[in-house]
């Protein structure tokens, strides 16, 4: 993370159980899952688009939660954990919403989530900070995977009335348009992969390369596949001064064939 949006924060604020308590599905591909637990009356939410972590247990054994920080004994393995993004909160009730891409059995949290119902139990950490407004940027640039795209959602809808952003969202196909309900000026191009696997196309590159973007002092935020953000980053570095001091680019995941120093 680069420049203003940089911030520091003790993490985990919380660390507990949550309990599921409202399922659905937001396109064929993403579901959205509600979860209650009494740290989230006061989840220290600071900024769109913050970071949960959740937890599931090795097999047949039951789950330790982090004890003093991100430290756990030294007996536990094989447990499961991965960040999502809060994309609603709700302290009132209790509840946070979390969107979770649902792309088969590989890997735990989606075999897991393609299947979840009403009263299913997880573990939580967090919640942590991945994008802060820099006062000083006119607008915003924002790319994102469906992995990312929860937060790109988030974010755009906090920004102002007028406030100019540009949003690549790349997807598997049109089906996983959403719509968003938005006060900044913003416009969004939705980018599809025509049912190729994520992770396998420059699709979102090409978009970001043919965008005429802002000369003014702007702010860049992307999450998706490690090595397409990599590749984000560099372009934005070399061909768009205008946001090298306030981008945070992140590698939310790594395909197959992503070489391991890709971060």
Known sequence: MVGAVAIARVFPLHTGLASVTAVRRVTPAMACLTLHAPAFQDPGIEQPGEILTLGWPADREPLVLPEGGWRFPAHVLGQHWRNFTVRRADPERATLDVEFFLHGDVGRASAWA?????????????????????????????????????????????????????????????AERRQVDIAADAEIHWVTRDGRPPGTTTALMDALRGLDLPAERGQAWGGGEALAMRDVRRHLAAEHPSVAGSMSILGYWKHRATPDDVE
Do not use: K, Y
């Open 114 to 174: 393609e299947q979840v119902a009403v009263g299913h139990e997880l573990g939580f950490a967090g919640p942590r900070i991945h994008w802060a407004p820099d006062p000083e940027a006119s607008w915003n640039l924002l790319v994102a995977d469906e992995t990312g795209l929860p937060a790109l959602l988030a974010i755009l809808e906090s920004l102002p009335a007028g406030m100019r952003a540009v949003a690549i969202a790349e997807v598997g196909n049109d």
